[in-house]
């Protein structure tokens, strides 16, 4: 299906165009039939399946098929409400690109940076306002926002805010709104509590399901390793060091978890910045916003503080603490592979967290295979470490003929052009694929057994 089936208004096709996007999600082919025709939505789906653009764009085809009347101060006419600013600020940018090529206002507010700016905005009328909880209802509270004209009402991550606690503040903002309206209800999880919430929301709602798909993440390519827990550390920056990761989000379990790995990765020469409740709304801002342009190569994050982040071409999301509820996991993991493109996550798992690999493997109904190769690089790099190379023995480029190669068991030996030596190189050393009679070049790098080709390109690819 495309998105010229939906009967979209040129403005919003235009904008998906610009956007590169050709085909509608599965939530999004599901949801904006629905929504345009003036249903009540409960979705069952998580970030990284376009679940913003499934309520964005019907909500903006809806304002213009009937649009405010030119010249009027415009009123609120849609409500997005969601857990976490870092989300706040996405769905609002969302908003602002689908709608681009519209004169429809939208805007953001959250707490944790001052009012005042976010008040000048909302006193020159804004049609789509997207909040958390506590900031809209202290400007409720202060009569500087009004729900009456209110028409749309989207409860975003909903589970997530149960886990949070913003249930009084969620019915206290429900209070406020015109009981007609058209309402959406979108959750990863459906826990008794949600389904109970969203009966309070919803009237005869359809509902969309879209888990299944994503916990099986068939895109995503997901290993785990044992490892002691002493030695996370060690490992991380051996994984982040020897597998060409330019861009790596890694969670930790507490803050003070996420706040101890940013600092032992900078100390190992990784720029990584940490991201949690406990920063404040500037750090954050700014954390998210370095790894974004790739000026911060590895963000640590909390669970709270990540859910939701959209990061495009995120190439690895690491768990250096499994999560303790399953479905977790895979909110983590979403993280890469976003939109159907593929993505790597790795599991650090020590004895203590095995039962929580456990639930994790009943969720996805399979098993997550052993790393093998990325271990076995770490051995040899921890062996490494303790043997003096001579500098001028490394980073020497080379050059020579793939000898023999076999995929299945990942190494093989590369003859050398100059000393005619035959190399071991494994498949952890290489930058692209190798195959027997292959011209490459490559480093040598000193390990346990002997120099190892490492690097190894193919010559003229
Ligand atoms: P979301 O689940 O709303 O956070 O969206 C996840 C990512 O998918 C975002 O980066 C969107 O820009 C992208 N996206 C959403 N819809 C589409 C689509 N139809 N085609 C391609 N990318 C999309």
Same mark, same amino acid.
């Given at each position: 299906m495309s998105f010229e089936k939906l009967n979209l208004s040129e403005p919003i096709q235009r904008a998906l165009k610009s956007e590169g996007y050709t085909n509608p999600t599965p939530i999004q082919a599901k949801s904006i039939p629905i @929504?345009? =025709?003036?249903k009540d939505l409960l979705g069952c789906a998580q970030t990284g399946t376009g679940k913003t653009a499934a309520f964005a764009i019907p909500i903006i085809q809806s304002i213009l098929n009937n649009p405010s009347s030119p010249g009027r101060q415009k009123r609120i006419r849609a409500l997005v409400l969601c857990p976490t600013r870092e989300l706040a600020a996405q769905i609002d940018k969302s908003f602002t690109v689908y709608g681009r090529y519209t004169n429809i206002k939208s805007t953001v507010i959250f707490g944790g940076v001052p009012q005042r700016p976010q008040q000048e905005i909302l006193k020159q009328g804004v049609d789509i306002l997207t909040a958390t909880p506590g900031r809209l209802l202290d400007l409720i509270g202060q009569g500087l926002i009004s729900l009456d004209k209110l028409e749309w009402f989207v409860l975003d991550e909903a589970d997530l805010m149960l886990d949070m606690g913003f249930i009084p503040d969620i019915k206290r903002i429900i209070a406020h709104l015109p009981s007609k309206r058209q309402s959406v209800f979108l959750s990863a999880t459906m826990p008794p509590d949600a389904v109970k919430l969203a009966s309070t929301i919803l009237h005869k709602p359809v509902s969309v399901d879209v888990t299944e798909q994503i916990s099986s993440a068939d895109d995503i390519n997901q290993s785990i390793f044992f490892v002691n827990k002493p030695d996370k550390g060690a490992l991380l920056i051996d994984v982040l060091n020897h597998n060409n990761i =330019? %861009?790596?989000l890694v969670f930790t379990r507490t803050k003070h978890g996420a706040d101890k790995v940013a600092r032992s990765l900078n100390k190992a020469g990784i720029q990584s910045q940490a991201i949690h409740g406990n920063k404040t709304q500037n750090s954050r801002t700014k954390a998210l916003g370095d790894f974004k342009s790739r000026r911060t190569r590895v963000l640590v994050a909390t669970d709270i503080a990540a859910r939701g982040i959209d990061v495009s071409g995120l190439q690895m999301v690491i768990n250096y603490e499994l999560p303790n509820v399953a479905e977790m996991y895979v909110h983590r993991i979403g993280r890469t592979g976003r939109a159907g493109a593929g993505g790597t996550a790795l599991s650090f798992c020590d004895t203590l967290e095995k039962p929580h690999l456990a639930e994790i493997h009943k969720l996805l109904a399979k098993k997550i295979p052993v790393a093998t190769d990325f271990k076995s690089i770490n051995q040899? %790099?921890?062996q490494l470490s303790q043997i003096k190379t001579p500098l001028n023995q490394l980073n020497n480029m080379k050059t020579g003929k793939v000898k023999f190669f076999n #995929? &299945?068991? /990942?190494? /093989?030996?590369?003859?050398d052009d100059e000393s005619g030596q035959d190399y071991f190189v494994h498949k952890n050393g290489l930058v692209d694929h190798i195959k027997d009679g292959d011209e490459v070049s490559y &480093? @040598? &790098?000193k390990g346990p057994k002997g120099m190892n080709a490492v690097k190894v390109k193919v010559? %003229? #690819?």
């Open positions: @929504l345009l =025709d003036h =330019d %861009n790596a040899v %790099n921890s #995929r &299945e068991k /990942g190494f /093989g030996f590369i003859k &480093e @040598l &790098e010559k %003229n #690819r």
